[in-house]
């Protein structure tokens, strides 16, 4: 089975700091995405990346970066934190961009204060 | 809007009825999938059907995909406390969710 974990569960941090979350699948998928999911809006894309030092956008980029420097790992980068940016988190892994299922990993509940 | 609309926004049967979600969308598809959530977890994959598929099925779960009306629904037969959860269609390329069908099975 695949499996797609998410460094930390919770993770609280103040306004203005760099905050990082870590995703690390084990399958060997090409392709790796991070979402944020808020009550009334459901998922929304941030940015995916389909290869090693590749990265797309998604719906809502601002604010956030990425990197991908290994394959099984996907790291979202918020600069310089703020509240709106209070959210849960998902990362998701999967073999294609369409046309397959992807694995998604716990999440990560982020408050910032 | 490409996202998958769910209908309805919430439901709540007793266990062993059946419960029934709906989807549309409004922009041509290759596929369509199915996920649930349960509270405060990651999404599950539940089913892909294709464009030229009209119907799927997986244990308990039944898929049908209508693409002249740009429609999908996911029956879940005999329905368990267990199957509580969010249920989110996804249209492809890239995934986008629509907010979810939220079932509560009353034991």
């Known amino acids: 089975d695949v499996k797609v974990t998410q460094s930390s569960r919770y993770l609280v941090k103040r306004t203005g700091e760099k905050v990082f979350l870590e995703c690390v699948q084990d399958?060997?998928?090409?392709?790796m995405f991070w979402y944020r999911q808020d009550p009334g809006l459901g998922l929304r894309l941030i940015y995916f990346?389909?290869?090693?030092?590749?990265?797309e956008k998604g719906d809502i980029p601002e604010g956030y970066s990425v990197s991908r420097e290994k394959k099984e790992r996907f790291s979202l980068i918020l600069e310089s934190a703020s509240t709106n940016q209070t959210s849960m988190y998902l990362c998701?892994?999967?073999?294609?961009?369409?046309?397959?299922?992807?694995?998604f990993g716990d999440g990560t509940r982020l408050s910032i204060l | 809007s490409q996202q998958g609309e769910e209908d309805p926004q919430a439901l709540s049967i007793q266990e062993g009825e059946n419960a029934t979600m709906n989807c549309s969308y409004k922009?041509?598809?290759?596929?369509l999938q199915w996920y649930r959530q349960n509270s405060g977890r990651g999404l599950v994959h539940l089913i892909l059907?294709?464009?030229?598929?009209r119907e799927k099925h997986s244990g308990r779960l039944r898929v049908t995909l209508d693409t002249s009306k740009k429609s999908s629904s996911l029956l879940i037969t005999a329905s368990r406390a267990a199957d509580t959860a969010s249920y989110f269609c996804?249209?492809?390329?890239?995934?986008?969710f629509g907010k979810g069908t939220r079932l509560s099975v009353i034991a």
């Open positions: 996804v249209r492809d390329t890239p995934l986008v």
């Open positions: 059907i294709r464009s030229n598929e």
């Open positions: 922009t041509s598809i290759n596929n």
């Open positions: 399958m060997d998928h090409e392709n």
């Open positions: 990346s389909y290869d090693v030092k590749m990265k």
């Open positions: 998701a892994s999967s073999l294609a961009v369409s046309n397959q299922p992807q694995h």
